[in-house]
């Protein structure tokens, strides 16, 4: 099993998602539960295509947190 940290941004029509440790793996959605389900498969349809091109699966190392300022 994959664990990946899934970028997900607010845009004009809805809202955009992408996974910084699998380069080019992004998605879009008119609300944050449609676009996590479009994720889920294109992580999986990401990595499937990885593994038939002979390349290795990167390990999640990527964290987020939130920062208050003044």
């Known amino acids: ?11 004009g029509t809805g809202y955009s998602a992408h996974v910084p440790d699998l ?5 879009v959605g008119e609300t944050k539960e449609e676009t996590m389900k479009h994720m889920q498969k ?10 038939e091109d002979g390349l290795d699966i990167p390990e999640s190392n990527t964290e ?6 003044q």
């Open 23 to 27: 380069p080019g793996c992004i998605t």
């Open 64 to 69: 987020a947190l939130r920062v208050s300022v």
């Open 42 to 51: 294109a992580i999986q349809l990401h990595i499937e295509g990885m593994k």
């Open 1 to 11: 099993m994959y664990n990946y940290l899934v970028i997900l941004e607010k845009t």
